[in-house]
């Protein structure tokens, strides 16, 4: 369990982090969510020691992490934003350091490198040097480090960056797998990626926190503003007049595509898409108005943060 | 410590830092003990003695990636998140760059075999230069080790590590120009000539109470002291801790 406490992280006049303060409980996946910038890095570097606060506290299983800097440290997994490997070492050679510095001893690090190993599957490449290997085996090595010592808690820092739409299935898939028996922080600037892996949402804007939620209750909370985009073949004006009457459309706004062909491309603002989705098409098929393309538009992280921050969602903490 | 000693030595075997290193070193030495060898006087003391001027080319090569490299990889994370403490570090680095001095030194005692067994004389002199070479080499590791920690760059750090390295060993030719300096400027502000001269004096004796190659130069008589020993031994703790005061600053960093 962590427990975070009015964070703040000056830079000179500039803070970084403004007053944050959440709690992680055992064996739950919490979502870290900011765009770049936000304080989302700042903040996972305090929480592991990396970076020391201006102010307010961390405590991790009851440890204060300068107090009890080794207690503390000895609960936390990390993985950065860029894992922090020796590219001049093997993946084995590598691993037996970091149980050097985190202090495994001998007679269970044989045991233990193995389960790592066989987890993150990576027993294929564990003779050859980390600076050979492909970026998403390199993320690998990186999750088995912070995994070495045995933490109960992995704090991983946008471990999906950079790396193949298969990779970032596996490394999600393998996040899963951990948090069963971890609790687990996980960054990221993606919306749909947190959706997947965890229970509760921190959304950071600027230092400081937009919103803490779960992600049920953070899409109930967002589905009032869902979008969709629709393009058709048909009349400007009267389209959107007629769309504007459909059940659940709230808005309308039109960009012609191709006046030749008087090809319109329509966002819409609706309350409840499926339904919607009907109703359009349902409109569409009488008038003999062609659809070309009808999808919903997923909200974007930024206009989750406008929503929240300009008060519809709000911050219920 | 051992942890990152034993990564840090091994890891000058993964670059060719290390074989660089053994290679200049053995050039270096092999070249003096023989051309004293072909004329038939061997003088140990003055072999070491020579190699000390070489600190200023190897000691940057060995130090200049010990903490940069960390610092550019990302890797100096691992330093602040595991439960290692932080001293260790910087000690582990060191004992790593002195190891592979010591395994550059095997040549001198190849030199010191041969020597002996040509009907040569291994005295304790040349006992007490080897004595001061292993706490100097200390020291200049220690300041080697601080520029890497202040740059992340291999080459400002060697450059850094090379400028520190050299004003130590000129400190007296140092001393000679503060010495000059200081008595030109005090008689410019009107101070008259027996002060000046005793103001410049007191300011080259103070350079030159630094030069650590001045305070041991007995030893090569078999005159040991002790306390000219600490001395070197404090410089280089003081820049182990400079080195840690500057990793832990990165820490609490506001800027």
Redesign the interface.
């Known amino acids: 369990m962590i427990e975070i406490n009015n964070l703040v992280k000056?830079?000179?006049d500039k803070k970084a982090v403004k007053g944050i303060s959440f709690t992680v409980n055992d064996g739950e996946v919490l979502g870290f969510l900011g765009p770049n910038g936000a304080g989302k890095t700042t903040t996972m570097n305090i929480i592991?020691?990396?970076?020391?606060s201006?102010s307010g506290s961390v405590k991790v299983n009851g440890h204060d992490i300068l107090e009890e800097?080794?207690?503390a440290?000895?609960e936390?997994g990390?993985l950065?934003e860029?894992?922090?490997?020796?590219?001049?070492?093997t993946v084995k050679?590598y691993l037996n350091?970091?149980c050097?510095?985190?202090?495994v001893a001998k007679e269970k690090r044989k045991n233990q490198l193995e389960n790592i190993v066989a987890m993150v599957k990576i027993s294929d490449v564990y003779d050859r040097l980390i600076g050979n290997l492909s970026k998403g085996y390199k993320q690998r090595v990186g999750i088995a480090q912070a995994l070495v010592?045995n933490p109960s808690i992995l704090i991983l820092d946008e471990p999906t960056v950079g790396l193949d739409p298969n990779q970032i299935i596996e490394i999600r898939r393998l996040i899963k797998a951990l948090s069963r028996n971890h609790s687990v922080i996980i960054s990221s600037h993606i919306l749909s990626e947190i959706q997947e892996i965890a229970d509760r949402v921190v959304i950071i804007n600027r230092g400081k926190i937009a919103a803490i939620d779960t992600i049920s209750d953070l899409s109930k909370r967002l589905s009032g503003q869902s979008k969709l985009l629709l393009t058709f073949r048909g009349p400007v004006k009267d389209a959107i007049t007629k769309i504007r009457t459909v059940k659940g459309v709230s808005s309308a706004v039109s960009r012609v595509v191709d006046s030749k062909f008087s090809q319109i491309e329509l966002t819409i603002g609706a309350s409840d898409t499926t339904e919607t989705r009907v109703g359009i098409f349902n409109l569409m098929a009488r008038e003999g108005w062609p659809i070309l393309e009808l999808r919903s538009l997923d909200p974007s992280l930024e206009e989750v943060f406008l929503s929240i921050t300009s008060g519809k969602g709000g911050a219920k903490s | 410590m051992?942890?990152?000693f034993?990564?840090e030595f091994?890891?000058y075997f993964?670059?060719p830092v290390g074989y660089v290193a053994i290679a200049l070193f053995s050039f270096l030495s092999g070249f003096i003990f023989y051309s004293q060898f072909a004329v038939g006087t061997v003088d140990i003391a003055s072999e070491v003695i020579t190699l000390r001027s070489f600190f200023v080319v190897i000691v940057p090569i060995i130090t200049m990636g010990l903490l940069s490299e960390d610092k550019k990889?990302?890797?100096?994370?691992?330093?602040?998140?595991?439960?290692?403490n932080l001293f260790n570090v910087v000690a582990g680095k060191v004992l790593a760059a002195f190891a592979l001095y010591a395994i550059m030194f095997i040549n001198v005692i190849i030199h010191i075999i041969v020597t002996v067994n040509c009907g040569g004389v291994f005295g304790v002199g040349a006992m007490g230069t080897i004595i001061v070479f292993f706490f100097m080499a200390f020291m200049f590791i220690s300041m080697g080790l601080f520029a890497s920690a202040i740059t992340d760059n291999q080459i400002v750090s060697a450059i850094i590590a090379f400028l520190f390295i050299l004003i130590t060993q000129l400190l007296s030719v140092i001393s000679e120009y503060a010495y000059t300096a200081s008595y030109s400027i005090v008689k410019v502000l009107g101070v008259k000539a027996d002060a000046a001269t005793s103001f410049a004096n007191a300011i080259r004796k103070g350079i030159a109470w630094l030069d650590p190659f001045v305070k041991t130069q007995d030893f090569r008589l078999g005159i040991f002291s002790v306390s000219s020993l600490i001395f070197l031994v404090s410089v280089g703790v003081l820049f182990m801790y400079l080195t840690f005061r500057v990793l832990e600053k990165k820490?609490?960093?506001?800027?």
Do not use: C, H
């Open positions: 000056s830079y000179g592991t020691g990396y970076l020391s201006t800097p080794e207690l440290k000895k936390i990390y950065p860029n894992p922090p490997l020796y590219t001049d070492m050679e350091f970091i050097d510095l985190k202090g010592g | 051992t942890a990152i034993k990564r091994l890891s993964r670059s990889r990302g890797t100096d994370i691992l330093y602040y998140t595991t439960p290692v820490r609490w960093s506001q800027a």
